[in-house]
């Protein structure tokens, strides 16, 4: 992770985070290590609990915990009670920043510790869910300090959500299956930056891919870039690999389950296990073969059909596969690190020692993917031309036209 590598090094001479506390939600893996020790270089004290038990690396857990610097809460597979319970560990330890992955951990410091708001002088949220969890709050009046959203950052939604996230589902749904993808009909459900990177990927595998959307422009841009788009009612019966990449729940539901066809494979992508309706699948099943395959179980339903869910409806990619390759992780988490940077006050000339408004969600400050961009560019060896001062003058002036 050559980007963090570079940032732990500057980090480590301006010390950002000096006698700060940050509490942590996030996927417990060897990625995230190398984010916590980038931070804890920047001087901060870290506590990490897993925001997915069913992704927590436990070797990756010790290892943190044995850290300076660093406690963690976290065991893979622990039941929801463990969940929150870890989330509250971490959150005893009043944290000056935090850093979210879905919204739990800023949920539950409003729901349940609202005594500790006042002392967060804001934090990071990693994806579009939880992103949406805080605009809610934020719209309600209800959120109590800066939020910065990492997934409306460029970089975020082109390298992390297309390309990574594209990938690294298919990626999950070939290990779960062995399947081969070319010739079958994959439909896509929610055209956004996964959606689409997902749907581009299927593709070039060979899949027929249908597109199934709630927005107009989205849905017009899958046409656009030559896919077929149509409603879940009718995309249903023809998918062969069902993929939801949308943030709503039961996307597919009882009444796609009734007409899927036989052999069909149910995978998602979205953050949370509630775009594929397992209770009603559970339901309609006459009988249930758990583990077919690893992360593969198998529906029969009344009529004879054999459905295949993936995963347990839970992120495909993070638990049939190892999640977004190092290299998506590297550019995601320096975007994450910079924005809590920011909001720490810490970097010159960003925010200075002004406090960002509280109880908002902000963007990404464009210099900060402009940093990652070029560390990325650094990383790889490419330069990139500058513009000249003519070019400059030309492009910052009203005056000069044709
Ligand atoms: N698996 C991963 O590694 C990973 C990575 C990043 C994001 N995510 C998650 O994936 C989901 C999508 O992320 P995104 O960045 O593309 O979000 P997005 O909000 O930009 O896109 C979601 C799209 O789904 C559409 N949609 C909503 N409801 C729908 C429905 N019922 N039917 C069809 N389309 C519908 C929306 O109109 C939107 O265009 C989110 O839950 C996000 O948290 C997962």
Redesign the pocket.
Known sequence: MPVLGMLRASFAGQQPFAGLTIACCLHLTAETAVLVRTLTAGGALVHLAASNPLSTQDDIAAALAAEPGVTVQARSGVDRGGYYEHIHRVLDSQPDLVMDD?GDLVNALHEARAELVSGVRGGCE???????RLRRMAAAGSLGFPMIAA?LSAI??MI???Y??GQ??LDGILRATNTLVAGKTVVV?????????IAERARGLGAQVLV????P???LDAIMQGFRVMP?SAAAPLGEIVI????????VGAAEIAVLPDGAMLA?????DV?IDVAALTAAAVEVHPAVRPHADEYLLADGRRLILLAEGR????VAAE??PAAVMDTSFAVQALALAWLAGAVEGQIGDQDAPRGLVLDVPASIDAQVASLTLASLGTRIDELTDAQLRYLQSWRQGS
């Open positions: 879905g990693a994806t579009s869910t939880g992103a949406a997934e975020t939604r992390d959500h297309k990574g996230t690294s589902v459900a929610g055209f956004g930056p996964c959606g689409s990177g199934t959307e709630v927005n422009v989205r849905a879940m939801t990449a949308t943030g709503s729940r039961e996307v998602n992508a979205g953050h949370f775009e992120v495909v990619n993070l999640g977004n």
